[in-house]
């Protein structure tokens, strides 16, 4: 390990997050708010920071090696969410505690989205604006972003990217050099979040809320500028829109990029992946839809419309709400947060296990039946034309197994922290898969939760984001050996 480089490279992302807490300045301003003051502080404490630890190793230029880029990765979403609390303690009116800042604040940059903040609407512009940006950091990755506008990560960028963007995949980049990959992923979430703002604005919501609502989408992430969510609106072509948006964030954006450079769409049909991740959101829809509507909770029209939305915004952990589905017959919640662990394919923004890890599993246990049937047979594993190797096959069982025991875990703290069941395992749910919304005593928001369920459930959401055995690797003592 290189503790100068590490410090060079953290420094120079904090500066760079710096940076970013200067938009809120302009936004307070437009709106005449005196939440200025409260940004810049928190941008000079933050560039401050980062400059003391970049400066005295400036002139350093050693080789990042893997074990450097576990580190980086994991200490930046730590000092990320750490310093992206200080506008929220700093504003006077949000009167929050440092242990609801934080949780507030690593939700934003993990895009998970669930929220410790009642009053939504009456919240400044800058507030609300501030919110919905750790979203738009954190839905790519601000790792991948700073490898792609910081020519001088060259050496050992990969390091990094490989921590930041991980999972099980056939491809490990999409161009030769990893400053064009980083800038190809880049300028594609850039993009999509341009087209789903126009989208919005076009289809009656304000630029402000267009804006800030397509970074929650894009990004996957749910965070919303009213109490009521996206369901404010009550306009189903905005619901349309934002569907259609959460399923492109939820795709490979290695698939967005082919699209890109061949002009083609077939492709998407083609991937095993994204084909098995749109089949399983068009027959899940169908029995929420068909239940609401034989259950009599709304007509054919509300059933068709809510149920749809909230499959795929809970199954893209994304979040969003058109209305209080934890009131819906308990099979229904329930069978959501389940599909959350599913969430969107490799390679997205979303969180969950991940549609590719859930094929090489079903994959894998077909394989076995059939072995079962004919014990002299040899079968191979294939998804469409890979030869998925032992290796990865053994590193997703692996993942899904401590997946699950690390759920538990958070499960049984949160029991131990006087939780009823159904709020603790809900909460576990949407904080572990980045999803935000959960059942019982969190249906609303997580404002009312005690300090310690705060800092397990920011705890989960790192673990979410960063996909575990990024962080695990860290308490091996094998990663610390020479």
């Known amino acids: 390990m290189h503790p ?12 760079l997050f710096s940076i970013t807490l200067l938009v809120p300045i302009v936004v307070s301003v437009a709106y005449t708010e005196d939440t200025a003051e409260a940004f810049f502080l928190a941008f000079a404490i933050t560039f401050s920071l980062g400059m003391l630890m970049w400066l005295p190793f400036s002139r350093i230029n050693a080789e990042l090696r893997t074990r450097d880029g576990f580190i980086i990765t994991v200490l930046f979403w730590l000092a ?3 310093t992206g609390t200080l506008p929220l303690l700093l504003v006077d009116s949000l009167a929050l505690s440092f242990s609801d800042a934080l949780f507030e604040s690593v939700s934003g940059i993990t895009t998970t989205g669930g929220t410790v903040i009642s009053g939504l609407d009456d919240l400044p ?3 609300l604006y501030y919110r ?8 790519i990755g601000i790792v991948v972003i700073a490898v792609a506008i910081m020519p001088m990560l060259g050496i050992g960028g990969m390091q990094l990217y490989r921590t930041e963007m991980v999972g099980p995949s056939k491809e490990t980049k999409m161009t030769p050099r990893i400053a064009e990959t980083a800038k190809a992923l880049f300028l594609i979430y850039v993009m999509l979040n341009a087209a789903c703002t126009l989208a919005y604005w076009a289809a009656g919501m304000t630029f402000f809320d267009a804006l800030t609502h397509s970074f929650s989408t894009v990004a996957t992430g749910g965070f919303a500028n009213y109490d009521t969510s996206i369901g404010q609106f009550d306009n189903n072509l905005i619901y349309a829109i934002c569907i259609i948006f959460m399923v492109l964030s939820s795709i490979s954006f290695g698939l967005h990029y082919y699209t890109w450079i061949r002009g083609t769409v077939f492709h998407y049909w083609r991937n095993p992946e994204a084909k098995a991740f749109l089949l399983i959101l068009l027959g899940c829809s169908v029995v929420v839809c068909g239940y609401l509507f034989f259950a009599r909770v709304y007509g054919m029209e509300q059933s068709v419309v809510h149920g749809i939305f909230q499959l795929v915004s809970i199954t893209t952990t994304t979040g969003f709400a058109t209305a209080n589905f934890s009131a819906w017959p308990s099979f229904l919640p329930f069978f959501l947060l389940v599909m959350s662990f599913f969430g969107g394919c490799v390679g997205s923004t979303t969180g969950g296990v991940k549609m590719g890890r859930m ?3 079903y994959k894998q246990v077909m394989r076995e039946i059939a072995r079962l049937v004919h014990p002299s047979g040899v079968f191979s594993m294939k998804v469409r034309n890979w030869a998925v190797p032992t290796r990865v096959t053994d590193a ?6 401590v997946y699950l025991a690390v759920y538990y875990l958070i499960v049984l703290l949160l ?3 006087g939780m009823d069941f159904v709020t603790a395992w809900s909460a576990t749910a949407a904080s572990l898969n980045n999803l935000g919304p959960g059942l019982g005593d969190v249906a609303a928001h997580f404002g009312d939760l005690n300090a310690f369920s705060k800092w397990v459930l920011v705890v989960a959401m ?3 984001r960063l996909e575990i055995f990024t962080v695990l690797v860290l308490f091996s003592p094998m990663f610390w050996r020479r």
């Open 4 to 15: 100068a480089v590490v410090s060079r490279i953290l420094g120079l992302f904090l500066m």
């Open 125 to 127: 512009r800058s507030i």
């Open 396 to 401: 997703v069982w692996a993942f899904f197994g």
């Open 359 to 361: 094929l090489i599993m």
């Open 80 to 82: 990320l969410g750490l």
């Open 462 to 464: 790192i673990l979410g």
């Open 132 to 139: 919905q940006q750790l979203h738009f950091l954190g839905g």
């Open 415 to 417: 029991l131990a922290a």
